[in-house]
């Protein structure tokens, strides 16, 4: 059932899906059962002689405890039984070991994506460097940010690995939305904020963005790529190749 969500690739997409699905039933049985309560109503009681009065009902406070009631015991209910699934995707301790850590840096209206350089380390960032040029603030005066790898609407990562995010954002608040990995995580600007998935296909998956942010915002949209092991690694050196090249050769034309 509900076929029409986005393909699931993600570790735990299925407890996500669960969850909507229960929500999902839930809302179609009351809407169900008030409509017809309505539909009962209108013909019960409709005016059946012409000329013939209504009258008045001036309500049952046992009636009224009972309607508060279930709608309070059911959100309880829905609350405690989401819980663990919400601890497992957002809690921090609960978060596993990260097997790759990339940045994401919203603006209006594309991703910047920031991968460590060959030596494994980011450089060091600062608000002060933060220019179209430089969205991620990298300190010039670092030399681990030299050979970090910066993309444009493109993300690449291994397939079942744990990948986790940091987000932030230049200008406005935007969400990144991966939903196939059932992610969406407001960016925000001034703020760092850690999230993570899991992906269990390769393929090819849009980065979307879920807030509205400006005129623009339906082109704001990337691509995540989930390779083999194999393949990730070859992407990989293949970028860390043509990143050294380009170091090389401006150093050439310094001097």
Known sequence: MLDWLPENVSVFGEGVDHLFRLIYYITAGIFVLVNAIYIVFIIRYRRKRKGEKAYHFHGSNRLELIWTALPFGLFLFLAFYSDGIWKDIRYAERTPNPDLVIEVMAQTYVWHIRYPGSDGVFGARDIRFISSTN????????????????????????????????LSSMDVIHSFFLPNMRIKQDAVPGQWVDVWFNSRKTGEYEIACAELCGSG??????????Y?????DAWKDEQYTNMRAALQLASDENE
């Open 217 to 226: 915002h339906y082109m704001m949209r990337g691509v995540l790529n989930v």
């Open 228 to 232: 083999s092991q194999a393949d990730y």
């Open 135 to 166: 969205p991620f603030g990298i300190d010039p005066d670092d030399p681990r940010g030299e050979d970090d790898l910066v993309l444009i609407n493109s993300m690449h990562v291994p397939i079942n690995r744990t990948v986790l995010v940091r």
